[in-house]
Structures are given as C-alpha cells and as structure tokens.
C-alpha cells in the first residue's frame, strides 16, 4: 500500500509560520521526486515546491520564494516544508505528492496524500 500522509496543518495569522511534513512509504520516498501542491478554493491546483530525490534541484514557486522552503530526510522517508511570513493568499488544502520527475503539473505526479488545510488570517 502506497501511502503519503501529510501533518502540520492548521490556522496561523499572517507573519506567522508552519511546518508541514508528509510521511512516505519508504521504497516511494526513495525512487520519487516529492513536491508540495496547494489548492484554494476555485483555483487550480498549484505547484509550491519540489525536491529531487538526492536534494540537488529545488523547485520553488515564485509567490513562495524567499518565504518556504522544503527539504527531505531520506532516514524518515519524511518531506517538509517550512513555511514563513505566511499571508493570506497562502490558505489552501496542502498536499504532499511524489512523481517521477521534478515538474509543475500535478497530473504527472502519480501519488498524493490526502491534504492538510492551512488557513492564514489578516
């Protein structure tokens, strides 16, 4: 059974941080780029960031950059994403997915969690 299950959502008001972190199977972890999408209501689902699966190539979204950061620990086939300065326009279901390679579109990842809502206030 593949499994991806995100934690660390919640509610925050703006300037404030959250750290997200999503738990793998380990042989998914270990063979798969890991990225973090959002979702807001009405909006397309979005890529916010990628990791490769050795660390050397980072994807950030340019509403992201300078405020989230991702980053793996293959010992806990675990992926975070440390997220600072929130603002409003951050609210969004966050889901944790894994796919072959790193790239921006959500359909090209193969694996998702089931999502952890982040709400950030004014």
């Known amino acids: 059974q593949v499994q991806l299950v995100e934690s660390g959502g919640g509610l925050a008001q703006a300037g404030d941080s959250l750290t997200l972190s999503c738990t793998a199977s380990?042989?998914?972890?270990?063979?798969?780029?890991m990225g973090w999408f959002r979702q807001a209501p009405g909006k397309e689902r979005e890529l916010v960031v990628a990791i490769t699966r050795s660390g050397d190539r980072i994807y950030y979204a340019d509403s992201v950059k300078g405020r989230f950061t991702i980053s793996r620990d293959n010992a806990k086939n675990t992926v975070y994403l440390q997220m600072n300065s929130l603002k409003p326009e951050d609210t969004a279901v966050y889901y944790c997915?894994?796919?072959?390679?790193?790239?921006?579109?959500?359909?090209?990842?193969?694996?998702w969690g089931q999502g952890t809502q982040v709400t950030v206030s004014s």
């Open positions: 380990g042989r998914l972890f270990s063979s798969s780029v």
């Open positions: 997915a894994a796919g072959p390679d790193l790239q921006s579109a959500a359909v090209k990842y193969n694996y």
